[in-house]
């Protein structure tokens, strides 16, 4: 058989699209999200006040992206616009982190496999449950490929390092304090210094009421790091 | 469900009814079919009020709902957040109104989420007239919805009061309002007792007895329910947000008021 001029084998297609989304992921700064005892930290260094890599989603639900931001925040959009669709239609109580995982990885695999270029992103659904021990974090790949993680997850470049880094900081339900210097600490490493200037921290907290979704401002998250 | 990705063009921004509509949806509060009607019997919510008190506004409903000369709920609620530091009130056809405020609340939040700022006040108070208007139709025949609107402003830092007529016009009271069947006995009270700045409870008391004297002079408006435990709801909007007075207080209350007239002696 005689391969036609320009071909190109699917799985050299795929490993070229692959290998491009996670360059570029790569390039951008990490993102962590801890389990700790209230609920969910998310954490990111970010020096932007107005440009968001972490946002609520629903009631007990964050999104946090990584990679190209115009990318991931249309699929933040996408995600508030199901999410209130859904509890608006149906009930409050049928809007699950679970369904919305399932809707992005269709979405980014879909497009992973179709569209003449894959998103450059990678993002992460997490839901905090009612009792400790039932929240949720999914980590979603620019392919589509979910990830469900139960104690903390890394989003982004250098994930492998700084994932054993909070795994060597991590204990079974630690407190808000604690889960903020392991988060902060593992991004920023042995040798240097975040200052909260530089970082964007929300939390969902089982204890703030209908909608757990809260960000830690500068003075709140000095108090934390400092302790 | 699938992702909700609109093209260039075909983005409904940041309003969740435009959303509902582009998504296919049909919309919650569409206007009725032309013909006969208005004798329909639907359960109607009745008298509702807000008061502007030193710290931002206090609102307060009755718990009935009537059908025709029937009651068709003895404990509905009439007065909901409707975010953090605003609630809305409602009185008109239940059925209409309550799919109304979820819909008002819905917007809010929505709006708050995909453009990561709430919108201003007056620019929630504008959003609910839209939707008033848009229930014209209906009101048309005899199912009006007429809201009340209130909230604590965070940039002017005062309470502020919106009232809406039955095609979503909108207008701000300086210090009180009272509508619904029996709005009119309400707002009488409420006139003859308000006073500039009033604390807290004495904003209560004033809202409680407008409604007591309400539910004296108009049959749809339901009174005080020893027996079974039912008052009416009240809640305040301050800096610090939407709060629900417990049950607890507006009962102690209204005992109260009931023993300081049974004292006083009401005229027959």
Known sequence: MTMPFGYVSPEQAMKDRADFARKNVAKGRPLVAVVYEGGVLLA?????????????????IAFAGVGKYNEFDSLRTAGVRIADLKGYQYSREDVDARSLANAYAQHLGQIFTHEMKPLEVEILVAEVGLEVGTDQLFHILYDGTVVDEQRFTVLGGDADTISDRIKAAYTEAMALGPAV???????????RQISPSELEVAVLDRGNGRRAFRRLDPPELTTLLST | MS????????????????????????????????????????????????????????????????EGYSIAHRAIEKVYP???????????????????????????????????????????????????????????????????????????????????????????????????????????????????DMDREGAIELAIEGLYQ????????????????????????TEGGFERVGDAEVAERFQALIARKSAEGQPR
């Not at chain 2, 921004?13 to 959303?19: N, R, T």
């Not at chain 2, 049909?26 to 639907?42: L, T």
């Not at chain 2, 027996?227 to 809640?235: E, H, K, N, S």
């Open chain 1, 44 to 60: 990111a260094e970010n020096p932007s006040r107005t440009l968001h890599k972490i946002s609520e989603i629903y009631d007990r």
């Open chain 1, 181 to 191: 210097r392991a988060a902060v600490g593992a991004l920023a490493g042995p040798d």
């Open chain 2, 3 to 66: 992702l909700p990705v609109f093209g260039a063009g075909q983005d409904p921004g940041p309003s969740f009814s435009e959303l509902l509509r582009r998504s296919g949806a049909a919309s919650p509060v569409a206007p009725g079919p032309p013909g006969p009607s208005a004798a329909v019997h639907v359960p109607h919510g009745t008298t509702i009020v807000a008061i502007r008190y030193a710290d931002g506004v206090v609102m307060a409903g009755d718990r009935r709902a009537t």
């Open chain 2, 82 to 196: 409707a975010d953090r530091h605003s609630g809305v009130s409602i009185a008109g056809a239940a059925g209409f109104a309550v799919e109304m405020v979820k819909l008002f609340q819905t917007e809010l939040e929505h709006y708050e989420k995909v453009e990561g700022v709430a919108l201003s006040l007056e620019g929630k108070a504008n959003k609910l007239g839209q939707m008033v208007r848009a229930n014209l139709g209906m009101a048309m025949e005899g199912l009006a919805v007429v809201p009340i609107y209130a909230g604590y402003d965070l940039r002017r830092r005062t309470g502020r009061i919106f009232k809406y007529d039955i095609t979503g016009g909108r207008y701000e009271e300086d210090d009180f309002h009272a509508t619904g069947s029996g709005g009119r006995d309400a707002r009488t009270t409420i006139k003859l007792g308000y006073r500039e």
């Open chain 2, 214 to 237: 309400a539910a004296d002079e108009d049959s749809a408006t339901g009174g005080p329910d020893v027996v079974r435990g039912i008052y009416p709801t009240v809640a305040t909007i």
